[in-house]
């Protein structure tokens, strides 16, 4: 695995030209299980040749309500990912974590989490309406966390309402649910969706790092341990 890992990061070094002298071991390692987005055959790769153009912003409200950190921080994540998808649950507990106990906690990081539902995936759109109506409380983490961590119970008997409300007070499962059966929340969601096409994304997990007013495609799961190198050598700078 380690000299599969090797190969692949020394090909994204090749390739994304202006992160070579950054990244020295890469960041962009394409791990098992990603799960494409669908797209039309011409699509381009979500790991460009060079640093995207960064687009306007979503409405800021619900972008704040979906983060975690200061907007001020040096860099930021927007982690594109699908709640029923296996590599988006690995790379949320085994990266994503760390990066908020070490980084966003300590003001380097501002994390936001976009939305990916995937067609393919029957109840993901759900799970997505409930951890967005948990945004509009406050409560995004505690439902994110426990959604990819039971992932594999509400996915295979559709309770998404179930594995939430073990996270939250019967007062505030009252008001998500109602959020949830409102109807309103699919605009947010949809807007991710969105946002997630201006940067070619075409498989999820993709994350997208921001810095000084460039943007770094880093698609599938990627080590702490690699992301760290990266978030210390642009920090660095």
């Given at each position: ?47 460009a040749e060079k640093p995207a153009v960064r687009t306007s912003a979503p409405s800021a409200d619900i972008t704040a309500l979906k983060s975690l950190g200061t907007k001020n921080a040096p860099i930021t994540m927007e982690v594109f990912s699908d709640f029923q998808c296996p590599a988006c649950r690995e790379l949320y507990l085994a990266t994503v ?141």
């Amino acid at each position: 695995m380690e000299e599969r890992v090797t190969r692949q990061v020394k090909w994204l070094a090749q390739r994304v030209i202006i992160c070579t002298a950054l990244l020295g071991m890469g960041i962009g390692d394409h791990l098992a299980a990603q799960t494409p987005v669908k797209r039309p055959s011409t699509a381009k790769s979500a790991v460009a040749e060079k640093p995207a153009v960064r687009t306007s912003a979503p409405s800021a409200d619900i972008t704040a309500l979906k983060s975690l950190g200061t907007k001020n921080a040096p860099i930021t994540m927007e982690v594109f990912s699908d709640f029923q998808c296996p590599a988006c649950r690995e790379l949320y507990l085994a990266t994503v974590r760390p990066v908020i106990d070490n980084y966003v906690s300590a003001g380097k990081v501002y994390l936001i989490h976009r939305d990916m539902p995937l067609p393919m995936h029957q109840h993901s759109r759900e799970a997505a309406r409930y951890a967005n109506a948990a945004a509009r409380m406050r409560k995004m983490e505690k439902v994110v966390a426990a959604l990819f961590e039971k992932q594999a119970n509400w996915t295979a008997d559709g309770n998404v309402d179930g594995a939430v409300a073990k996270v939250l007070t019967p007062a505030e499962m009252k008001q998500v649910r109602k959020l949830v059966n409102g109807g309103t929340l699919d605009a947010g969601i949809d807007m991710d969706v969105a946002r997630g096409t201006q940067f070619s994304v075409i498989q999820t997990p993709t994350t997208i790092i921001t810095y000084k007013g460039q943007t770094y495609p880093v698609v599938g799961v990627v080590s702490y341990t690699m992301l760290k190198t990266f978030l210390e050598q642009l920090l660095g700078q």
